[in-house]
């Protein structure tokens, strides 16, 4: 069982992070399917895209259970975006990994309140490995950990960018919408 979870905070480069074990995975000999949840259209629906530009192909998905019908297509399953799956995402991971697939998922672990984001603390106790990512505080330019929100609805899933989110240090960072 192989699972290996890419975290932080918004701008982190996780999906950046995500891309580069993507393009890894052909060496070992392995197939790979690339999915993401159909909330996140934010730069592309059928890519998978990160801040940079840097982008590769994927294929959205409404329900976490949809993952299982690829099973037997692919050795190795890209997950962007985990903590927009529904709740089906932690038993779908587990069979995957169960049925020895390698399962690379990336994700805020959490929301702008500094809650756990989703069932994404489930699949960080299910990772072998997880590669915990930090940014640097938009407001002093130390490391940061948290996400901020300055704009948007208030509620937990607000699907955005930039223009939304900031990442922060700690001391800078308010469980609010500034």
Known sequence: MFVHMIVGPMFANKTERLILEINREPYANRTVGCFKPMTDDRYARNKIVAHS?????????????ELLAYTDRYDTFVL????????GIVEAVRKLATAKKRVIGAGLNQDWMGRP??????????????????????????????????????STVDVGS????EPRCCEHWKPEVE
């Open 53 to 65: 530009g840097r982008s590769v192909d994927c294929t959205p998905i409404e329900f976490a259970e």
């Open 80 to 87: 962007d975006e985990v903590q927009f799956f529904d709740v």
């Open 117 to 154: 984001f989703g069932f994404v603390g489930d699949l960080l106790a299910m990772a072998g490995r997880i590669s915990l990512l930090d940014s640097h505080c938009s407001v002093c330019h130390a490391l940061g950990t948290k996400t901020q929100k300055i704009a948007g609805e208030n």
């Open 162 to 165: 930039g223009e939304k989110y």
